[in-house]
């Protein structure tokens, strides 16, 4: 079975950073990308930063330059976030797309205060 569990949010002020990270277990067959998104309150899901197998990146323009999308493995995937603002509140969550399926994590908690 497999599962994707995402660590590292919390709560920080304005200008901080954090540092999450997501670790998937389990079989997962030719993993295509390693994906972040983030729900505000109120708001839809929205995709962040993608990694892809090849080790492309790509990000939103809202998090360009302050947000960076890494792997340790295939199956480790870190965000690191700088310079937070109040509206990247949200719970963030590690996606992984696969032959295998598409599989997300729990989420994780940020929370920026102003």
């Known amino acids: 079975q497999v599962q994707l569990v995402e660590s590292g949010g919390g709560l920080v002020q304005a200008g901080g950073s954090l540092r999450l990270s997501c670790v998937a277990s389990?079989?997962?067959?030719?993993?295509?990308?390693m994906n972040w998104y983030r729900q505000a309150p109120g708001k839809q899901r929205e995709l962040v930063a993608t990694?892809?197998?090849?080790?492309?990146v790509n990000y939103a323009d809202s998090v360009k330059g302050r947000f960076t999308i890494s792997t340790e493995n295939a199956k480790r995937v870190y965000l690191q976030m700088n310079s937070l603002k109040p509206e990247d509140t949200a719970i963030y969550y590690c996606?992984?797309?696969?032959?295998?399926?598409?599989?997300w994590g729990q989420g994780t908690q940020v929370t920026v205060s102003s």
């Open positions: 996606r992984c797309d696969s032959r295998s399926g598409t599989y």
């Open positions: 389990g079989t997962i067959f030719s993993i295509n990308a």
């Open positions: 990694i892809t197998g090849g080790g492309s």
